[in-house]
Structure formats: structure tokens, C-alpha cells
């Protein structure tokens, strides 16, 4: 490959990998800006949508679409049940839900070591096809993996921005004594954000299962990289972290075409770090320092 | 006056009365957080995690202790499933060593270094085995060495890096298995001749796939081939396409890949979706695609591998069929490599390490009469040099240890992948797999 071909290669995978982390960025910061949790079982759930979509997919015809849609639904319900029965004493204490669901990390994951084993398995891309572009053949199904990312991403955005439901959500996110006070269901409201935050990294762990080997520690890697895309995208700033995530992804691409991919990620990590020396604020993050507006 | 007195007064009272309020919240906190964490441990010590199964056969005192440190979940967790499964069999086929009954110890290793040595730890200073049974994995073993020694344990590393065996082992390290080295020395010179002269080199990125990095060039330049590039992929790797992009296609005619675990499925897709195995001779070592059912895998049709022992039985020479038979029924394995009442494929190259390795145990300690870990040196001794036949304890074939570096040199196979079957095509006396020792470990260290 020549060096256009390499770029548009490395640069495209790079973007379908950071539209994955945007997913899971966006699940992190919205269950921060709004309850106050910082989720360290965020790639557990990333890791039971995997391991969910595997089992459909070996179960039943077609079971990978099922597992597309079953999956975030029931990694969603089980946010729900341990939002309420776990993380409510602890919320709006960022110290203890670090260790809260840090436990809850180490529990689902050798839950699923019992259940699902200790070998990583696989399973195919659901579809198989190349798109041809200056030169180069792409497997098709990462540009399906790119093309459900944005939607879900536009789907939340107009869950957000133009439904009652996001609108307590952002005011929520905004100040949660005012909230309450205009009587807004806050406590129902936690609920289903954590749920909806869960069920997004549930999301990309079914999406990137055929890409990967699903195993029960799969999200850890993706935890690390979802985490430092909040920082720098802006803690509570879900534009930020969307972007964040994207630029990790292509920079590492990039910078794949003259280094090791190993390499690559160290660099696009150091370049991200610079951001955020240069604002720390993140990239898209209030100076005011409240942290917890989600927009 | 009256006034402060009586806020002061007052506030006393508050103050007490909130002391009183801390005092009842704290103990009843004190209690939950008692109970919470009395509930937290015997759910931790309650939950079978893989490791710590223990087949006791009757704790008696008069036991032999045998520790496996296993690699039964991480990416070689197919490698541990057999070698977990074999060693069992040996141990229910042989109960006894000289006559004490066998106790068998299994730790996990999860396929990380730092879990494999503490692990190890655990079996020698808590267990308190006698012998350990190692990790296939070349990382585990490499930090498991020195611990060995330290621990002054009888140690049995199942990785193929050849350094095991040369910079990083000791007196107390014996290797039943090959290492890259051999492997690279009986079919360098056939691959070079039939494959092609421009080879890619993609090799997991640690101990193990670098010691390939290490031994294939200058034997490729020694046939006057040349290698265009080494790509090295961590072992935890999940998307291989921006490794696989840095191929240089048009001008390899040789793709040698060692990559050993369940990922290799996704590289093999990933790469024939991009359409590079069409165009080059894929070729690996049999750790490749070992545990791998190749009949679902349409794009390993023709790749090549060197072997240790074919995974068809009808492959298998016909003087070690009887035994191979013996070996399959024993661990759970049909004649086509595919478990009995289960969905795994064995890794018919590897899976008889951890058997032969008990087999060659039991042979030496009866031989020279140890009773403990006193004994040591002389069971070292007679380790050195032991050599054993084709048999039951022996199925893969004829086997001998070399004095100097502890090392052993078996038989290798060429085989290919046709029509989804791996078949022998050579078959390599271990004499050809002999090279010049490194180290002597007769002398001391």
C-alpha cells in the first residue's frame, strides 16, 4: 500500500475504533453528570454485551442481530436493578462509587468466568463483504460497526435534546436539588440514566464482538482508553467525549502508518495528555469547574 | 446571663445528644459493615474461581505432591483446558509413585506472568509440593524459574522459548518438550526450498513469539532467503487489521505466523478479509492453530505448519499408534482430535507434555529412590541424560533429556491443512532437532 493508502486505511479503522469509544465514553459521562458515579464496572458491562451476543449468536439463526438488540436491553435492566439495590447510598460520592463498582467489576467478571470459562472465544461478522475505495478492500462489516455507532450516538442526542425525558435528564445533570424541588422524578430518573448508560457500553461490546475475542476480561483495555476519553473530552461533557474519543481513535490510526500499533497507541495517548495540559478543563469541558453538567 | 446560660445549656445538651446520635449511627454502621464484609469473604472464598481445584487422593502423609501451574483462562486457555485434562489422566491412570499415592495441586495462571509466579509460590511454600508440572506459557515460565530455583522445587516449564532452556534456566528446570530452536532447525531449510525466499514474520509479542523472532533470520539467511519484516502482536490483541495492513503482500512469498491461542481465529479471518492469504504461503509452528478446529476455517486450507504430533490418529506413525490410542481414550480425545461429549478440538501437539512429563517423573524417582525434596540432587542426576521409548507413558515417541540444559529432543512433523484435515507430509527424527547446548547445568547454577 502507498502512503494515501495506508493513511485512509489506518485513519478509517482508527475512526471506527474511536466511534466504539465514543459509545462507551458516552455511557461513562452520563452516568457521571447525572448521578455522580464513576463507573469502573463500565467495562463489565461492555464485556456482558459481548459475552450476551456470543451466546444469541451461538444459540440461534440470525442470534447476532437478536444479540444487537437484547443485549443493551438486558445489561440496561441489570444497570437498573443495581442502581437501586447497590449504588444509592453511594452516589454523588465519586471516592465510594469508584469502589462500589469497582467491586461490582470483580464480581461480574468472574461471574462470567465461571458461567462462559476462561478462554476467549469468537464469533463471525455477521456480515461479509468488502467496500473497495482508492485501492484498498475494507472489510464491510467495521463500516456497519461505524454506521450503528452514529446512529446510536444521534439517537441519544435526540433523546436528549428532544424528548421530556432528556430534558429532566440534562436539568438533573445541572443541579439535582433543583430538580427535585421543581418535582422532577430524580429517583427515577438515576434509575433509568444508569441504565441507558449501561446499556450503551453493553451496545459496543455486542458491535465489536465479532471484531474481537470475547472474553470475560475484554472491557478492561477499552475501561482505560473510555476513561481517559472522558477526562480529556471534558468530564460531564458528552460533545466532548464523543470528540475525544473519535480523535484518540484516528490519531492512533495515523500514527500506525510509521510506527507499531503499540507504538501508535502510546503516542496518541501522549498526544491526548497534551491536550490536556494545554486545558484541563478537557476539550469541550466548563472552566466553572462544577463538572456535572451533561449536555 | 440567664439567656447564655440557658443556650449554653441548650447547646450542651445538642452536643451530647448529637455525640449520642454518632455514637448509635456508629455502631449500627459498625455492625452492617461486620456483616457486610463477613458476607463479602465467604462469598469470595466461596466462589470456585478456576484455580485452587484439588484432586486429593486421601491427604495422607506418606503422599506425593505434584503442583501444576496451569494456564486455564487468558489467552492460552485452550493450551491449559489439555494440558489440566492430561495431566489428570495421568494421575488417575498412575495413582502412585513408588508407591506413595499422587496428590495433585492445580493453580491458574490466567496466561499472565505475575498471576504464574505467585501461583507458583503458593504451590511450593503453601502446598508444599514436591514437583511442579509448569505453564505452556513461555512469560509464566520465564518469571517461573528463578522461583524454582529459589525454592529449590523440581520444575517442568511446558513454554518453547528457547531461552528456557539456555539464559533463563537452572539445575532445577527439565523441558520434556522442544524448544524454537528445534523447531526451526528441522524445517528451515525444507520451508525456505518449497515455500519461497522473502518471508513476513508475525509473531505474538512475548517471550515465545519473540524467541521466533529471534531464530527464524539468520537461518532463512543462512538458505539465502531474505526476511522483508517482523511484526510483533501483544498476545491480547483483538483487532489484527492494523498489524496485518503493515504486510508488504506483493513482495512476500512466505507469511510465518506464531501466534498461539483462541485470537488466531480472528487474525485468520481478519486476514483473509483483506485478502492477504491468498497471495502468500501461510506457514506457522503448529502452536499457530493447535486446539483450532482447521475444518471450520476455510482460509487455513493449504497453510503449513511443523508439528509435534499429528492430530489425526490415522496420521500418526504406525508404530505409536497403539499408544496414541491409548493417550486419546485416557484424556477424552477421538480419533479426529475433537473432544468426547464436548465442542473443543485437543491440541494434539501439546497436550501430551504434562502426560510424558509425570511418566518421565515417576520413572526417575523410582529409579533412584527419593523419598523427599533432600533427595533432589540425585533425582537431578538421574533426570540428566534420561532417555525413554515409545510406549503408554511415552505416546508421542521416543524422547531423551540432555545433561547439559536439561533439554528434550523428540520427533517433529511437517504437516498441511487439506481438505480442512491437518496431514503429515514429513516426519523429523529427533536427532535433527539436536543443537549445540548453550549452558551446563551439570556444573553448578
Redesign the interface.
Known amino acids: ?1 502507498d502512503l494515501l493508502q ?1 493513511l485512509a ?2 485513519g478509517l ?1 482508527g475512526l471506527i ?1 474511536g466511534l466504539i469509544l465514543a459509545l462507551m465514553a458516552l455511557g461513562l459521562n452520563l452516568i457521571y453528570g447525572v448521578l455522580g458515579i464513576i463507573n469502573v464496572a463500565h467495562g463489565a458491562f461492555y464485556m456482558l454485551g459481548g459475552v450476551l451476543t456470543w451466546y444469541l449468536w451461538y444459540l440461534a439463526p440470525w442470534g447476532f442481530w437478536w444479540g444487537l438488540l437484547l443485549a443493551p436491553a438486558l445489561v440496561g435492566l441489570l444497570g437498573l436493578l443495581l442502581e437501586r439495590g447497590v449504588l444509592r447510598p453511594v452516589e454523588g460520592r465519586p471516592v465510594m462509587t469508584i469502589i462500589v463498582t469497582f467491586g461490582l467489576l470483580l464480581l461480574l467478571q ?1 461471574g462470567v ?2 458461567l462462559f ?6 464469533l ?2 455477521p456480515v ?1 463483504f ?1 467496500v473497495g475505495f482508492l485501492g484498498l ?1 475494507y ?1 464491510g462489516y ?1 463500516l456497519v460497526v461505524a454506521l450503528l455507532s452514529v446512529v446510536a450516538m444521534a439517537a441519544l442526542w435526540l433523546l436528549l435534546h428532544r424528548s421530556r425525558l432528556g430534558l429532566w435528564i440534562r436539568a438533573t445533570a445541572q443541579s439535582r436539588e433543583l430538580a427535585t424541588a421543581l418535582g422532577l422524578p430524580v429517583p427515577w430518573i438515576y434509575l433509568l440514566t444508569f441504565g441507558l448508560g449501561a446499556a450503551l457500553a453493553a451496545l459496543a461490546g455486542a458491535l ?1 464482538a465479532p ?3 470475547v ?4 472491557g478492561e ?1 477499552v475501561l482505560i482508553e473510555a476513561f481517559i476519553v472522558v477526562i480529556v473530552g471534558g468530564l460531564g461533557s458528552l460533545g466532548g467525549a464523543a470528540l475525544a474519543g473519535m480523535l484518540l481513535g484516528v490519531l492512533e ?1 495515523l500514527f ?1 502508518v510509521w510506527a ?3 507504538l ?1 497507541r502510546v503516542l496518541a495517548l501522549a498526544a491526548l495528555g497534551g491536550a490536556l495540559l494545554l486545558r484541563p478543563e478537557g476539550l469541550l469541558g466548563k472552566r466553572s469547574g462544577s463538572g456535572e453538567e451533561a449536555r | 446571663m440567664l439567656y447564655n446560660a440557658r443556650v449554653k445549656g441548650m447547646g450542651m445538651k445538642m452536643k451530647m445528644g448529637m455525640e449520642m446520635e454518632m455514637k448509635k449511627l456508629t455502631r449500627r454502621e459498625f455492625l452492617k459493615a461486620l456483616v457486610g464484609a463477613g458476607a463479602g469473604l465467604a462469598l469470595g472464598l466461596g466462589v470456585p474461581l478456576r484455580a485452587g481445584a484439588h484432586a486429593r487422593a486421601g491427604a495422607a502423609a506418606e503422599t506425593i505432591r505434584i503442583g501444576h501451574q496451569v494456564d486455564l483462562s487468558g489467552a492460552l486457555a485452550i493450551y491449559g483446558y489439555w494440558q489440566d485434562r492430561a495431566l489428570r489422566a495421568a494421575v488417575a491412570e498412575l495413582g502412585e509413585i513408588a508407591g506413595r499415592p499422587i496428590e495433585l495441586y492445580t493453580e491458574d495462571t490466567a496466561s499472565s506472568p505475575a498471576t504464574g509466579a505467585a501461583r507458583l509460590r503458593k504451590l511450593i511454600q503453601q502446598d508444599r509440593v514436591d514437583f511442579v508440572i509448569g505453564s505452556q506459557h513461555s512469560g509464566v515460565c520465564k518469571a517461573s524459574l528463578p522461583i524454582a530455583k529459589e525454592l529449590q522445587t523440581i520444575y517442568f516449564p511446558l513454554g518453547e522459548a528457547t531461552e528456557l532452556t539456555s539464559k533463563w534456566g537452572n539445575r532445577y528446570s527439565f523441558k520434556v518438550n522442544h524448544t524454537v530452536r528445534s523447531h526451526v532447525q528441522v524445517s528451515y531449510r525444507w520451508a525456505v526450498e518449497n515455500l519461497g525466499k522473502r518471508w513476513t514474520i508475525v509473531v505474538a509479542d512475548y517471550a515465545f513469539g519473540r524467541s521466533h523472532a529471534a531464530e527464524w533470520p539468520p537461518r532463512i539467511a543462512e538458505e539465502g532467503g531474505e526476511v522483508l519484516s517482523t511484526i510483533a502482536i501483544p498476545l491480547e490483541a483483538t483487532d489484527f487489521v492494523p498489524y496485518l495492513a503493515k504486510i508488504d503482500v506483493k513482495n512476500t512469498d512466505v507469511l510465518l505466523y506464531v501466534f498461539p491461542g483462541g485470537s488466531v481465529v480472528r487474525f485468520i479471518e481478519q486476514a483473509a478479509s483483506l485478502g492477504i492469504l491468498e497471495r502468500v504461503n501461510l506457514f506457522g509452528v503448529i502452536c499457530s492453530i493447535d486446539g483450532i478446529d482447521t475444518e471450520t476455517i476455510p482460509a487455513l486450507e493449504g497453510s503449513w505448519y511443523v508439528s509435534n504430533h499429528p492430530r489425526l490418529h490415522e496420521e500418526v506413525p504406525e508404530k505409536l499408534r497403539e499408544y496414541d490410542a491409548h493417550l486419546r481414550r485416557a484424556v477424552g480425545v477421538d480419533e479426529r482430535g475433537h473432544e468426547l461429549g464436548g465442542p473443543r478440538t485437543v491440541t494434539g501437539s501439546h497436550y501430551w507434555y504434562a502426560w510424558e512429563a509425570l511418566h518421565l517423573l515417576k520413572r526417575a524417582v523410582e529409579e533412584c529412590g527419593w523419598r523427599s525434596k533432600e533427595d533432589n540432587p540425585v533425582l537431578i542426576e538421574t533426570l540428566e541424560g534420561l532417555a525413554a521409548e515409545a510406549g503408554y507413558g511415552f505416546p508421542q515417541g521416543a524422547l531423551f533429556i540432555r545433561a547439559q540444559d536439561h533439554q528434550g529432543f523428540h520427533d517433529h512433523y511437517i504437516e498441511r491443512v487439506e481438505g480442512g484435515k491437518l496431514r503429515v507430509k514429513l516426519h523429523f527424527p529427533k536427532e535433527e532437532a539436536v543443537y549445540p547446548p548453550e549452558v551446563d547445568y551439570t556444573k553448578g547454577a
Do not use: I, K
Open positions: 500500500m495506508q486505511f489506518q479503522n475504533w468472574h468466568l465461571l470459562g476462561g478462554a476467549p472465544r469468537s463471525p461478522e461479509r468488502t478492500h472489510p467495521r465489536t471484531l474481537v475475542s472474553s470475560y476480561r475484554m483495555e490510526g500506525t507499531s500499533p503499540v501508535a
